[in-house]
């Protein structure tokens, strides 16, 4: 069960395993049994009376960079993997915390510090920190009997990498990206900002974490290691921008965002996109690669796309993870992506290749109005969670479906359209 507080609530729940991400200051969980990793990137956070279970190759508990005031009670954490963290990065308070099997039990840093007590990682009590070394050996959790408390003096965990490697997050199929390779990279400080409004051409901006919208009128501009939080119509506003390059940025449209970016030329490149009505629209000269969009917002009477595209040439979609189906309420939304000619006369020179692709009423979305030329599908691998199918007409003039390389997720056999 999670509660919500105060009317504040959890903002995202992960993938179809159970997995969950809190974006939200002030969300509560309480008395939940999560089969997954769990992921906090907000303020004030309370874990307590839970249960955790993850045995990916990352971190069972992860509160991110620049978030403050977690507090977890009450909880068990139990790791199925060698290679699998506890709790990470710091900037937390445990308070009879269990963890078993594990490689680190509680990991956190000068930078980033952490308050622990009465809890116990493989049935030796922690105090401080964890002793980054051995793990000890777990005994079973009926027979963990607490050994002499560790010694006071304070270890550190190392810094988590910059640039961690792609790894299995969840349900997303192993090499595509997820919470460990996009967004803004463990370690950066982040700078508060207001709304930014980029007039002149090669302006770059990075290590921001901006409260507000962004709006390109420029050329060449940058915009790096970034955190935006808007409640406006879009994140990212480009209105005669030419080449706006987005990389390694965070973007939570606050439940608000009609798209998350719009419209044309620019790249996204490592973007986590969440919490928006719809992700990017793909106008003139666009290229999203390497992203991860998940968990939209649903409106009323919103038709919730992660990508949309209504007349537009030259867009590229290589390589990201586009999470439309939401495993808590069981919505698939509308469509991965969405492609007709509502607005503009043709859409030409659109590749969509080597993506992660799962729910939608249709996964692919084409609409009968498009009127298309050289729409390419191929390397993708797709997720069952849709409501109908994995393409709607997929015999519609322009479109390039290849049936070898186009594979479901669960046992690499080609998608029959």
């Known amino acids: 069960m999670v509660v919500a507080?105060?009317?504040?609530?959890?903002?995202?729940?992960?993938s179809r395993d159970g997995s969950m991400?809190?974006?939200?200051?002030?969300?509560?969980?309480?008395?939940?049994?999560?089969?997954?990793?769990?992921?906090?990137?907000?303020?004030?956070?309370?874990?307590?009376?839970?249960?955790?279970?993850?045995?990916?190759?990352?971190?069972?508990?992860?509160?991110?960079?620049?978030?403050?005031?977690?507090?977890?009670?009450?909880?068990?954490?139990?790791?199925?993997?060698?290679?699998?963290?506890?709790?990470?990065?710091g900037n937390y308070t445990a308070r009879r915390v269990q963890v078993f099997g594990c490689r680190h039990g509680f990991m956190y840093s000068d930078s980033a510090p952490a308050t622990i007590v009465e809890s116990t990682w493989n049935g030796k009590a922690v105090t401080a920190g964890a002793e980054i070394g051995p793990a000890p050996e777990a005994p079973a959790e009926s027979t963990a009997t607490p050994s002499a408390r560790p010694s006071a003096t304070r270890t550190t965990a190392p810094a988590p990498s910059s640039a961690p490697p792609p790894e299995a997050i969840g349900s997303i199929p192993e090499s595509f990206p997820g919470p460990n390779n996009t967004g803004v990279p463990s370690g950066v400080t982040l700078k508060a900002s207001g709304s930014i409004n980029a007039v002149r051409d090669g302006q770059v901006f990075t290590g921001l974490d901006i409260k507000g919208c962004v709006t390109v009128?420029?050329?060449?501009?940058?915009?790096?290691?970034?955190?935006?939080?808007?409640?406006?119509?879009?994140?990212?506003?480009?209105?005669?921008?030419?080449?706006?390059?987005?990389?390694?940025?965070?973007?939570?449209?606050?439940?608000?965002?009609?798209?998350?970016?719009?419209?044309?030329?620019?790249?996204?490149?490592?973007?986590?996109?969440?919490?928006?009505?719809?992700?990017?629209?793909?106008?003139?000269?666009?290229v999203i690669?390497?992203?991860?969009?998940?968990?939209?917002?649903?409106?009323?009477?919103?038709?919730?796309?992660?990508?949309?595209t209504t007349g537009a040439s030259n867009i590229v979609v290589r390589g990201n993870s586009l999470e439309t189906y939401n495993p808590i309420t069981r919505d698939p939304f509308n469509a991965c992506i969405m492609i007709g000619s509502t607005t503009g006369p043709v859409v030409s020179n659109l590749t969509f290749e080597n993506n992660y692709c799962n729910g939608g009423?249709?996964?692919?979305?084409?609409?009968?109005?498009?009127?298309?030329?050289?729409?390419?599908?191929?390397?993708?691998?797709?997720g069952r969670d849709f409501r109908f199918g994995v393409v709607a007409r997929p015999t519609q003039a322009g479109i390039s479906w290849d049936k070898p390389s186009n594979v479901w997720a669960d046992d690499r056999r080609p998608v029959v359209p």
Request: glycine share 12%; net charge positive.
């Open 217 to 286: 009128t420029a050329k060449n501009v940058v915009l790096r290691k970034s955190r935006i939080s808007c409640g406006g119509l879009y994140s990212i506003r480009t209105k005669g921008a030419v080449n706006l390059l987005v990389e390694d940025v965070e973007i939570n449209g606050q439940g608000t965002n009609s798209a998350a970016v719009c419209c044309g030329d620019y790249t996204l490149r490592r973007v986590e996109i969440t919490n928006t009505i719809d992700g990017p629209r793909l106008g003139n000269n666009t």
């Open 5 to 14: 507080v105060a009317g504040i609530g959890v903002a995202v729940a992960g």
């Open 21 to 89: 991400a809190i974006y939200k200051d002030g969300t509560v969980v309480d008395g939940a049994a999560i089969n997954g990793y769990l992921h906090v990137r907000a303020n004030n956070v309370t874990i307590k009376n839970s249960t955790i279970r993850y045995g990916g190759a990352s971190h069972a508990l992860r509160i991110f960079d620049g978030f403050s005031g977690t507090v977890i009670e009450d909880t068990k954490i139990h790791c199925g993997s060698a290679r699998t963290n506890g709790v990470v990065f």
């Open 289 to 308: 690669e390497n992203s991860w969009i998940h968990h939209l917002s649903r409106a009323s009477g919103s038709h919730n796309d992660a990508l949309q």
């Open 361 to 382: 009423n249709y996964s692919i979305g084409i609409r009968e109005d498009l009127n298309g030329s050289n729409i390419r599908f191929r390397q993708n691998v797709f």
